[in-house]
């Protein structure tokens, strides 16, 4: 089994910084895909950026300029720096991982965070 657990969620004023980070620990022989989605009350959950091992990254519309997300290889770790935060950013953010638990395993399992909420007061 693999396990993600999620940090740095908290409330913070409007243009504002955060950042989260997302360590994953368990079975794991490799990671490719990272990232993070989120999801606001009474809406989909969302992409918000993902992460692939080599490091290209993808970003959503609505964060670009305004989000980085990175990680550490060596720690299983994905990190997300949100900067000049909205209030339309409040959400529950989650982090997944795509997870090749073992050299024998054939495919990539997706894993899930328990989420941490990000609250942003205007």
């Known amino acids: 089994q693999v396990q993600l657990v999620e940090s740095g969620g908290d409330l913070v004023q409007a243009g504002g910084s955060l950042s989260l980070s997302c360590a994953a620990s368990?079975?794991?022989?490799?990671?490719?895909?990272m990232g993070w989605y989120r999801q606001a009350p009474g809406k989909q959950r969302e992409l918000v950026a993902s992460?692939?091992?080599?490091?290209?990254?993808n970003y959503a519309n609505s964060v670009k300029g305004r989000f980085t997300i990175s990680r550490d290889n060596a720690k299983n770790t994905v990190y997300l720096q949100m900067n000049s935060l909205k209030p339309e950013d409040t959400a529950v953010y989650y982090c997944y991982a795509g997870v090749r638990e073992t050299f024998y395993s054939t495919t990539y399992r997706v894993y899930w965070g328990q989420g941490t909420q990000v609250t942003i007061s205007s």
């Open positions: 992460i692939a091992s080599g490091g290209s990254a």
């Open positions: 368990g079975m794991i022989f490799s990671i490719n895909a």
